[in-house]
């Protein structure tokens, strides 16, 4: 708090502290709660301080305060008066409330409480306070605080979704990003580029993922990283094929197998052969989609750990492959020897079997209800 000492703006220097805010968060417009965060002053004496800078005409501020107000500044007036170590003080302290109004609002969705007006009120909070998070991280990376911004930016993605704002989410990504590049951590950035992705995903903005998944591959494999790196390739074969543009998840999923097979990952392997033939069956290139599934086929043959039912979908997706390439005869055999996999198993698949073995030559195969298939953590029907 101030010990009566005038700045040399000629003002209490907790108030240019509170002038100095807006200038950190890079807007005009600051929430009740951001102020009384950065100048630890609150309720009355708070807005006591806010009506004295407003009587000099430096902020604007409501008629009745409500904790829902924003004050106003024009920030080409106030030249701030404050020293480095109080502005950055001022930033931790601010950036510090702001992780705090993401805990809030996660700790409410994790107790699963029915949507409600305490919902609405939540949500409304993150939105006022979206572009001051973007201004902090920005102002604590040009001010040796890039660590800080990480830390900050990492606690927003779990909101990001929330705040329903495409323009900004782009501009909170590539701040993050800066600061995760300034201090040099690999992993950082790989983590702050996969939560945008996914946050992106889901809000329906592919080029943004694209864009995102695309960087965390290649830092993966700078990185040498295989783990992250199948992973990525495998999460953008899903992608492209929920995209539509399948031809590009072909050629992941190909780059998926061969990353694989470099470290002889034969489970990764036969995941990436079964999801690279499953789009090629959807691109209408059952004959393309036969040599994968045999060798999938043959993996899980030599593979112990590997399950019966699995082997014994792989063999029906394989006959399913050679019917629809005019290959009945080949078709037949792969649906007996998945038969014989089931039969003392999974009574249900071994009656779906039979069925497809009763399927006149002629004739095209039935589909299982409910034939589903897992997408990107989604059960959806498949195209």
């Known amino acids: 708090m101030s010990d009566g000492v005038r700045s040399s703006s000629g003002r209490d ?16 417009r600051l929430p009740l709660g951001v102020l009384a965060a950065a100048s630890e002053t609150h309720g009355v004496a708070l807005e006591a301080r806010l009506e004295r800078l407003a009587g000099h005409s430096l902020v604007s501020v409501p008629g009745a305060w409500t904790e829902g107000d924003t004050v106003m500044v024009d920030l080409r007036r106030p030249s701030v008066d404050v020293s480095s170590v109080e502005a950055r003080s001022l930033a931790a302290r601010i950036g510090r409330y702001l992780r705090i109004v993401v805990q809030e609002a996660g700790a409410r969705h994790a107790a699963a409480v ?17 572009w001051p998070v973007v201004g902090v991280i920005r102002w604590q990376l040009e001010h040796g605080m890039a660590e800080n911004a990480v830390h900050l930016a990492r606690a927003w993605w779990t909101v990001a979704g ?56 290649s830092l993966a494999r700078a990185q040498q990283d295989h783990d992250v790196a199948c992973k ?3 999460t953008l074969g899903d992608f492209y094929r ?8 072909m050629d992941v999923l190909s780059d998926l197998i061969a990353t694989c097979d470099r470290v002889h990952d034969n489970h990764g392997a036969l995941r990436a052969l079964r ?13 393309a989609a036969v040599p994968p599934l045999v060798r999938a086929v043959a993996l899980a043959a030599a593979d112990d750990a590997i399950e019966e039912g699995v082997h014994a979908d792989l063999l029906i997706m394989l006959g399913r492959a050679y019917w629809m390439s005019n290959r009945i005869r080949a078709g037949r055999e792969a649906f007996s020897n998945a038969l014989a996999l089931l039969v003392d198993v999974d009574a249900d698949g071994a009656d779906h079997v039979r069925s497809l073995l009763a399927t006149p030559d002629d004739g095209s195969l039935p589909v299982k209800a409910p034939d589903v298939v897992e997408q990107h953590g989604r059960r959806t029907r498949p195209p």
Do not use: K
């Not at 900004?168 to 996969?194: C, K, N, Q, S, V």
């Not at 929920?242 to 998840?249: D, F, N, Q, T, V």
């Not at 690279?276 to 004959?287: C, I, K, Q």
């Open 114 to 130: 029915p949507p409600d007006r305490h919902d609405d009120i939540h949500e409304d909070r993150l939105r006022s306070v979206r």
């Open 162 to 217: 929330t705040v329903a704002d495409p323009a900004w989410m782009r501009e909170f990504a590539e701040a993050g990003e800066r600061a995760a590049i300034e201090i040099r951590d690999p992993a950082a950035l790989i983590g702050l580029l996969t939560m945008a992705a996914e946050c992106a995903d889901r809000s329906g903005d592919w080029l943004m993922a694209d864009a995102r998944w695309v960087r965390v591959l």
């Open 275 to 287: 999801s690279l033939a499953s789009v090629l069956l959807d691109a209408d290139r059952a004959t």
């Open 232 to 234: 990525t390739l495998a």
């Open 242 to 249: 929920r995209w539509g543009r399948l031809h590009r998840a």
């Open 13 to 28: 220097p907790d108030d240019d502290l509170l002038l100095c805010a807006f200038v950190v968060c890079g807007v005009d």
